[in-house]
């Protein structure tokens, strides 16, 4: 029997979901059963919903091949993400690389004015998913929202290229960006480094290396849930790895074709929490859901930046799960998670804009 998310076409399915999520709640917490309570939280009744009409539909994200997960991604995003964002203009960049080029897409809020300043975003994925597209709505949610350009990078995927190619786009794409600052209209000096999952361990492990070489550094990290420590197995893992979206066997998936060599999981390249110095690091902004593996490992990370004299928020959305900023098209409780994330980048880049503007004393 084929599942019914394959036998349907996306806009009855989004249409579905959209009237599903437009019903009494009494209906509702009928479709969905009683509260789901694990570790003292209590799952947000539209993510319940959410995960229950995933389920119903067979659309559990199980998949055996990297192009099955790259499709099945593609019809969930197509699914939540919802209309897409007016108010921004968007045009390809080619970056060179050695060997090749990295592709970009630039967003560009309509009237912004010139030498605003610029979030660099690494997609979601596990590193073996996700595109330009996949993150394109939220890329100009962000853009529209904080009033800012955002450079979204499309950076080579595994298996096909396992680590360390992903590290080396984004480093590429970080250095490109800040050189040709005056062609993206961007203050070199204000350029933010963002991503959700994996893309959230790139733009952390990139903030960490640019520092690292003495270089330009990004002022401000928005993280949202993400990957930071492929070495060790932590409690939420147990908690959460079933039932919540992204589960226990898919992260161990993802980490293998990333990154096969066991020995490299203890790198800091891809665990940048057991980087030897976090001090290094811009003011940071970390979203964790409360149902997702990942929880745990980020709010360490929080944790040692806040030890280390990096300042740090720390944000645990309790009833939500991971991939929540993808799910823009169903409002609510998701759009504000987002939301709150873009309010604490405003505020990161206003603040390193005032520190730029106070005088150097001898």
Same mark, same amino acid.
């Given at each position: 029997m084929s599942k019914l998310a394959d036998s349907l076409p996306v806009?009855?399915?989004?249409?579905? $979901?959209?009237?599903?999520?437009?019903?009494?709640?009494?209906?509702?917490?009928?479709?969905? !059963?009683?509260?789901?309570?694990?570790?003292?939280?209590?799952?947000?009744?539209?993510?319940?919903?959410?995960?229950? $009409?995933?389920?119903?539909?067979?659309?559990?994200?199980?998949?055996?091949?990297?192009?099955?997960?790259?499709?099945?991604?593609?019809?969930?995003?197509?699914?939540?993400?919802?209309?897409?964002?007016?108010?921004?203009?968007?045009?390809?960049?080619?970056?060179?690389?050695?060997?090749?080029?990295?592709? !970009?897409?630039?967003?560009?809020?309509? !009237?912004?004015?010139?030498?605003?300043?610029?979030?660099?975003?690494?997609?979601?994925? !596990?590193?073996?998913?996700?595109?330009?597209?996949?993150?394109?709505?939220?890329?100009?949610?962000?853009?529209?929202?904080?009033?800012?350009?955002? $450079?979204?990078v499309d950076y080579r995927l595994a298996p096909e290229h396992p680590f360390p190619a992903a590290v080396e786009d984004v480093m590429v794409a970080f250095e490109w960006a800040v050189e040709h600052a005056s062609d993206l209209r961007v203050d070199r000096d204000r350029i933010a480094l963002g991503g959700d999952s994996a893309g959230g361990n790139l733009a952390a492990v990139t903030a960490l290396r640019a520092a690292q070489a003495g270089g330009p550094t990004p002022v401000f990290l928005l993280l949202l849930y993400p990957a930071v420590d492929a070495s060790t197995r932590r409690r939420s893992r147990d908690l959460f790895g079933n039932g919540f979206f992204l589960t226990d066997a898919k992260m161990?998936?993802?980490?293998?074709?990333?990154a096969p060599e066991e020995e490299s999981w203890v790198d800091p390249r891809i665990s940048v929490l057991l980087a030897d110095d976090l001090s290094l690091l811009p003011p940071t902004y970390l979203a964790t859901a409360g149902f997702d593996p990942l929880r745990d490992e980020g709010e360490a990370f929080a944790a040692r930046l806040a030890e280390e004299g990096v300042p740090v928020v720390l944000r645990r959305h309790e009833g939500l799960f991971h991939g929540f900023a993808n799910v823009l098209g169903l409002g609510g409780i998701y759009r504000e998670a987002v939301s709150e994330a873009v309010g604490s980048l405003r505020t990161g880049l206003a603040l390193a804009n005032a520190r730029q503007d106070v005088p150097k004393t001898a």
């Open positions: 806009g009855v399915l989004a249409g579905a $979901l959209r009237f599903a999520f437009g019903l009494p709640a009494p209906v509702r917490r009928l479709i969905t !059963g009683k509260p789901v309570v694990v570790d003292g939280q209590r799952l947000h009744p539209d993510a319940q919903l959410l995960l229950k $009409l995933q389920q119903l539909s067979g659309q559990d994200w199980d998949t055996t091949t990297p192009a099955q997960n790259r499709a099945a991604l593609t019809q969930s995003n197509a699914l939540v993400c919802g209309p897409v964002v007016q108010g921004v203009a968007t045009r390809p960049v080619r970056i060179p690389r050695d060997g090749g080029v990295v592709p !970009g897409r630039v967003y560009e809020p309509v !009237g912004l004015a010139p030498d605003s300043a610029l979030l660099i975003f690494y997609h979601g994925g !596990g590193w073996v998913s996700g595109d330009l597209d996949s993150h394109d709505n939220l890329c100009r949610f962000l853009a529209v929202e904080a009033g800012v350009r955002v $450079l979204a161990d998936w993802f980490r293998d074709h990333y």
